[in-house]
């Protein structure tokens, strides 16, 4: 396995495998965990040749968000890497991609609509880092298809946007959510809660398992759902909450009533680590439910036959 940290390097790596083989790429911030891992794997698994990009982007982060303290280590990385099946690990220098760094950059991608709700209300900004550095890796990278977590749902969607929009060659391919096996989704921030933060975080997959399960029991209140979600994050005192919410997968707005499949979404931060996590909850037609009038006829008459049994 290869490591450059050149663009031209880059370009001329894929450009050569694409001679006779498919390309899967894979965007990180590097510090590299379980979740990056499942993505290459299976990059490795849908292609013949896979790239790796490591780069924590200036451009993404706000002034007193935690750009200097974010994790790397490239070399773990690089092994991390290696080990799910990739063949080449991009780790470009902020210089190499931004040549006028700490200068702005003139140009950048903005996906209106998507990025003005959730974290793009509560990370002025961060879409445009993050749709912008996307869209310099895929000129950069040409024909592939591109490995993105579902953790990161609200990036997913502005990711899917932005490729369609500006005809990239490029198949975005949304992967599941990996997590700890309490429950935690894996992210490198992970690495900066305190042990009694760590538990404190757990909240957050238990206010999405709440939500989840009001919807999937009849609930179709959106705001009555997202009401609950929140109550239960703030009986951690430990946890600050920036939103819990439920909302549409398409268009990331809040529906009235629930008519279909929702996702429900929250973030907080704990002694200033921000964790974002959600879940997809699905709706079903009344009398399909478990628990509906229909399941409860079953319910009977499976007790009248034990009783006939009896
Ligand atoms: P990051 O390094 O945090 O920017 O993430 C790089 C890619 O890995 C993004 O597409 C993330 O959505 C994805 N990712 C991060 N955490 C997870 C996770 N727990 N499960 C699946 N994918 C993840």
Do not use: W
Request: glycine fraction near 6%; charged fraction near 25%.
């Amino acid at each position: 396995m290869r490591v450059i940290s050149t663009v031209s390097e880059f370009q001329s790596a894929l450009d050569q495998a694409r001679l006779s083989k498919t390309v899967g790429l894979v965007p990180t911030m590097g510090y590299l965990h379980d979740g990056h891992a499942s993505l290459i794997v299976r990059a490795h698994s849908e292609n013949d040749f896979v790239a790796v990009t490591v780069f924590v982007n200036p451009l993404q982060f706000g002034v007193s968000e935690d750009f200097s303290t974010y994790p790397r280590d490239l070399d773990r990385d690089v092994e991390l890497a290696r080990q799910a099946g990739a063949d080449v690990v991009f780790a470009p220098t902020i210089n190499e991609m931004y040549p006028d760094y700490p200068e702005a950059l003139p140009t950048k991608v903005s996906v209106s609509k998507l990025s003005e709700v959730l974290d793009g209300k509560s990370r002025p900004g961060h879409f445009d880092g993050v749709a912008t550095v996307v869209a310099k890796l895929f000129a950069m990278a040409g024909r592939v298809s591109a490995y993105f977590g579902e953790k990161d749902f609200q990036q997913l969607a502005i990711i899917n946007q932005m490729a369609a929009d500006l005809s990239f060659p490029v198949k975005v391919i949304g992967c599941k959510t990996v997590r700890e096996t309490d429950g935690l989704a894996a992210s490198s921030r992970n690495v900066r809660l305190s042990e009694d933060d760590r538990q404190a975080a757990l909240i957050l997959y238990k206010a999405l398992q709440l939500g989840k399960g009001l919807i999937e029991s009849g609930e179709n209140n959106s705001i009555t759902v997202a009401r609950a979600m929140e109550s239960l994050i703030k009986c951690e005192a430990r946890a600050e909450l920036d939103y819990a919410t439920c909302v549409d997968p398409k268009t990331l707005l809040v529906p009235d009533v629930i008519r279909n499949d929702v996702q429900l979404l929250v973030a907080a931060k704990f002694s200033n680590v921000r964790l974002i996590d959600n879940v997809k909850a699905n709706f079903s037609e009344p009398n399909t439910r478990a628990g509906s009038g229909f399941q409860n006829n079953n319910v009977v008459k499976a007790d009248s036959l034990r009783l006939e049994r009896g």
